[in-house]
Structures are given as structure tokens and as C-alpha cells.
């Protein structure tokens, strides 16, 4: 098993910056890539961004690439969603999930699923 815990959301003004967390624990040898996903209200789950547990490889929805960056800290077994240039429409529950094969951005790929954490832009 691998347990996710998101942390970092809040409210944030149009053009702010937020930086997410996702702390893995547990079978942490079991994960091949962690990805970032987010559903905002009335929305279906969206892809946002995707690490491999090496970091070595990243991959980006087209909505957040260029203002999005994932990056980890392999010491502390920690993703990081540092998010720039943020917009009203970036509202969501963002969630860390972890997938055990692939490098992928497909959801239904992942096994393991943190709590999510809300984002809210708005002025």
C-alpha cells in the first residue's frame, strides 16, 4: 500500500502563486510515477501534470504548461505543485495519485489516491 497526503491549498488571488505538496509513505518502492489531477466544480477530473519517481522525466496538461512546474524531493518522498500565473478557471480539488507501471496521464491508471486539496482563485 502507499498512503498520499496532499497539503499547500488555499485562496489565492488571480496572477498569485501557490505550492501544493504530496507526501508519499508506506511502498513508496512501488511507485513509478506520481501524477497531478484536478476536478473542478461541475467539471470531469483533468490531467494537470505527471513526475516519474526518478524526476528525471515530467510531462504537462496543455491548460497549466508554462505556469505549472512538478518537481520532487526524493529525501523526504515529496511531490511538488508549484503553481504561477494562477486563473479563475485553475479552481479545483487538486489530488496526487500514484501509478506502480506506466509514465502516463491516463487516471484510471492510478492505484493509490491522496484526499485532494482545495484551490481556490478568485479576487
Known amino acids: 500500500q502507499v498512503q498520499l497526503v496532499e497539503s499547500g491549498g488555499g485562496l489565492v488571488q488571480p496572477g498569485g502563486s501557490l505550492k501544493l505538496s504530496c507526501a508519499a509513505s508506506g511502498r513508496t518502492f512501488d511507485i513509478y510515477t506520481i501524477g497531478w489531477f484536478r476536478q473542478g466544480p461541475g467539471k470531469e477530473r483533468e490531467f494537470v501534470a505527471c513526475?516519474?519517481?526518478?524526476?528525471?522525466?515530467?510531462y504537462y496538461g496543455d491548460s497549466v504548461k508554462d505556469r505549472f512546474t512538478v518537481s520532487r524531493d526524493s529525501a523526504a518522498n515529496t511531490v511538488y505543485l508549484q503553481m504561477n500565473s494562477l486563473k479563475p478557471e485553475d479552481t479545483a480539488v487538486y489530488y496526487c495519485?500514484?501509478?506502480?507501471?506506466?509514465?502516463?496521464?491516463?487516471?484510471?491508471?492510478?492505484?493509490?489516491w491522496g484526499q485532494g486539496t482545495q484551490v481556490t482563485v478568485s479576487s
Open positions: 495519485a500514484a501509478d506502480g507501471r506506466d509514465f502516463t496521464a491516463n487516471s484510471h491508471n492510478y492505484d493509490y
Open positions: 513526475i516519474n519517481w526518478s524526476g528525471s522525466r515530467t
